[in-house]
């Protein structure tokens, strides 16, 4: 018998949208984080991978996660501080630590490679060094290093690193939860493609940059999961995936600006060198099946 997974946990990784100059579009932002309350999401992320934290002006990240602490009431809120290094990290949580935030997610630094008791090192520093717990952020596709099981299982010993947001390998997730069962660090799946499977599989907590784009339609996935109905649950992921596709497609930052901007949220949600689409290319996307669909416009 399947077990209803009840107490769903969805955290939207927010955009940062932004005004010509690059600085922070504050009546976007407002407008991006409505759009996540309005859907119930438990979370935001702020400057995560899909906010381009490291595209971003100092001053206009400060400005962003100064407004999103201001604005957002809802759950939890939590921040992207991890950079190339230790002390440009620790500069940023610098900053961070004035706010009351919910928690601090570092990135593996990148750029360079790094071995894994290097890692263990530096994410131990960083833990020292912030007021908020801190989270793991596994993204090997950007950072080109995995962490390890062992790795990750070591750094949950420390008391103030909390959990792991995890956008490696598909097995990942499974991985990690057998090795960390029992303990109460927190292992967040970042695999939107299978949510479906995932829940199903009882593992309650989610987060992913898709999850801003269309917020109603992943509650209704966790909603249908809630009511063990599966089969509205994988057509509502595939709807999300046909969404996703096309987002990659396009290109996800000008496209992310161009589904969001006919949404009703203002901004351009692609920092520079990026393009924006001509506007031939924003009706052709908004056109699409996939993208009408994950809206209910089909």
Same mark, same amino acid.
């Not at 209803?4 to 600085?23: H, N, Q, W």
């Not at 500069?91 to 990148?110: C, H, I, M, T, Y």
């Not at 007021?131 to 070591?154: F, I, M």
């Not at 309650?204 to 063990?228: E, N």
């Given at each position: ?140 596709? @950007?950072?080109?290093?995995? $962490?390890?099981? %062992?790795?990750?299982? #070591? !750094?949950?010993?420390? &008391? ?111 920092? @520079?060198?990026?393009?924006? $689409?001509?506007? %031939?290319?924003?009706? #052709? !996307?908004?056109?699409? &099946? ?9």
């Amino acid at each position: 018998m399947q077990t209803a997974v009840t107490e769903t946990y969805i955290c939207a990784a927010i955009g940062t949208p932004l005004t010509g100059d690059e600085t922070l579009h504050s009546e976007g932002l407002h407008a991006h984080l409505e759009a996540q309350r309005d859907a119930r999401m438990n979370g935001v992320l702020v400057a995560g991978t899909m906010g381009a934290m490291q595209l971003l002006m100092g001053r206009t990240y400060e400005k962003l996660v100064r407004e999103s602490v201001s604005e957002w009431r809802d759950g939890d809120l939590l921040v992207g501080v991890g950079d190339l290094s230790l002390a440009r990290t620790k500069e940023r949580l610098q900053f961070v630590n004035e706010l009351k935030v919910d928690g601090a997610v570092v990135l593996s630094p990148f750029f360079l490679k790094y071995s894994q008791s290097e890692l263990i090192e530096y994410f131990e520093a960083v833990a020292a060094a912030s007021r908020a717990p801190v989270y793991l952020y596994d993204l090997p596709q @950007r950072t080109g290093v995995s $962490l390890d099981v %062992e790795t990750v299982v #070591r !750094l949950a010993e420390h &008391p103030n690193i909390a959990g792991i947001k995890c956008s490696g390998d598909l097995g990942q997730v499974r991985r990690l939860s057998d090795a960390l069962q029992g303990s109460s660090f927190r292992v967040i799946a970042a695999q939107s493609t299978i949510i479906d499977v995932l829940l199903k599989a009882g593992f309650s907590q989610h987060v992913d940059g898709i999850y801003c784009i269309a917020p109603q339609l992943v509650r209704d996935i966790a909603a249908a999961g809630a009511k063990l109905d599966w089969n509205e649950a994988a057509k509502k992921t595939r709807r999300l995936n046909d969404l996703l596709m096309k987002i990659v497609e396009y290109g996800v930052f000008p496209a992310m600006t161009a589904v969001l901007n006919h949404r009703g949220i203002p901004g351009s949600f692609a920092p @520079r060198p990026h393009w924006p $689409l001509t506007p %031939e290319a924003s009706e #052709r !996307l908004l056109a699409e &099946p996939a993208v009408r669909a994950a809206f209910n416009e089909a």
